[in-house]
């Protein structure tokens, strides 16, 4: 009797060491990629260097008390088809509403360049660019990355081009994505606010210059009505 209880405490002291030597195992850790490296170091300096900016647009909309609140909440479809709360600003001066949205880059919900965050309930969750529907069980190419704050579509919809469809340019993206191509569309997400920023200043300061602006110090229009008179 002796011996098999002696046998059954070591057989559960055994068991007991390989459980614990289980739970205590490191888990299977994989490395980020660069692309959320990129996310997390770019999302939270922008998000550092912003949050007195949205802090003073989020006071202001609270002084307005628009209705619905300070901020706009609706699902969309990220990554693996999950469903998350997109929270913005309500508001889109200075893109504060967009800027707003770093949160969900530094919590994994968006990344910084994406395809654009879609509804659960919009057709293009179920169908192609050309709108051919798809099967249930067929895996949509949007389910392959996470939304973007902003991205290709965004950046070059704006050209015009018959062949610059945001669907397509979406789909573009998706299968040639990497972090060069992230940093081209960031830098032309930039460049071009800041163009047209520029161009209406300048066209502000050329609509306010007047002949007079040009004339020598001491002239009057007394002289030159005097000078029209004598002729």
Known sequence: MRTR???N????????EKKARTRTRP???EPPSAKRVLDLALGSALLALTSPLLGAGALALAARRP???????????GLDGRVFVLCSLRT??????LL????????????LVGPEPLAPDDERNR???AGTPRSPAARHWRQELKPGLTGLAQVRSRSGMPWDEPALLDQHYAEHHGVGLDLA????AVHAPLRRAVRGLSRRGKARLSDTDHRLSGYSTAEEVGSVGTD
């Not at 209705?67 to 479809?77: A, E, N, Y």
């Not at 889109?92 to 509403?97: E, F, G, I, N, S």
């Not at 707003?100 to 990344?111: A, E, N, Y």
């Open 27 to 29: 888990s299977d850790w």
């Open 5 to 7: 209880r002696t046998r």
């Open 67 to 77: 209705p619905g609140g300070v901020l706009t909440r609706s699902p969309r479809i």
């Open 127 to 129: 169908a192609d660019p």
């Open 9 to 16: 405490r070591r057989t559960r002291t055994a068991e007991a």
């Open 92 to 97: 889109r001066r200075l893109r504060l509403d």
């Open 100 to 111: 707003s949205r770093l949160p969900h880059v530094v919590r994994g919900d968006l990344s």
């Open 185 to 188: 569309i960031l830098a032309s």
